[in-house]
């Protein structure tokens, strides 16, 4: 069974920084791309990240390019996104998912991690 | 951008069939996928490459994708269906949303 276990998520004052976890299993976590998509408060779904199954390759929204980094760490099964410069519209739910071959859609989800970003 | 346009809430009786729209500039060139959130919880996804459904999903959702709309059809709806509902599509190297439909059976 597939299982992806987001963490890192918080509290934090605007400007501030944190590193965002998910925890795969059940799966060759090294033959999937994996993306972080996120949800604003009562709001829609927003791509924010993705990253290839060698980690070699990354992609980034407009948003938040400059500000996140997306990697892996193959050996732990575990991905990551690190978040700086934080600012109050970053506030949302974060959630790690696989992306499917071909097409690429987002096959699987994990429970997601809530980031607030305060001042 | 690209982006993607659905309406903001689509409602059916229970047992009819309801339709959700996704409009976007020549959609029908790419590939559509849907997702089901429900209240509290994680989104599904329910339909992939324009009309495939993935393995657990009910024969009851289909979806097509033509031109400028893809649509996502419920047959027969349950009021376990009621949800939120959102598509998606690749433009180049960015996924883009539609802004989502809630689905009310009533």
């Known amino acids: 069974e597939v299982q992806l276990l987001e963490s890192g998520g918080g509290l934090v004052q605007t400007g501030g920084s944190l590193r965002l976890s998910c925890a795969a299993s059940g799966f060759t976590f090294r033959s999937y791309a994996m993306s972080w998509v996120r949800q604003a408060p009562g709001k829609g779904l927003e791509w924010v990240s993705g990253?290839?199954?060698?980690?070699?390759?990354?992609l980034y929204a407009d948003s938040v390019k400059g500000r996140f980094t997306i990697s892996r760490d193959n050996s732990k099964n575990t991905l990551y996104l690190q978040t700086n410069s934080l600012r109050a519209d970053d506030t949302a739910v974060y959630y790690c998912?696989?992306?499917?071959?071909?097409?690429?859609?987002?096959?699987?989800w994990g429970q997601g991690t809530l980031v607030t970003v305060s001042s | 951008s690209y982006e993607l346009t659905q309406p903001p809430s689509v409602s059916v009786s229970p047992g009819q069939t309801a339709s959700i729209t996704c409009s976007g500039d020549k959609l029908g060139d790419r590939y559509a996928c849907w997702y089901q959130q429900k209240p509290g919880q994680s989104p599904v996804l329910v339909i992939f490459?324009?009309?495939k459904r993935p393995s657990g999903i009910p024969e009851r959702f289909s979806g097509s994708n033509s031109g400028n709309t893809a649509t996502l059809t419920i047959s027969g709806t349950q009021t376990m269906d009621e949800a939120d509902y959102y598509c998606q599509a690749w433009d180049s190297s960015t996924a883009v949303f539609g802004g989502g439909t809630k689905l009310t059976v009533l």
């Open positions: 998912a696989t992306e499917g071959l071909s097409s690429r859609p987002f096959e699987q």
């Open positions: 490459q324009d009309n």
């Open positions: 990253v290839s199954g060698s980690g070699g390759s990354t």
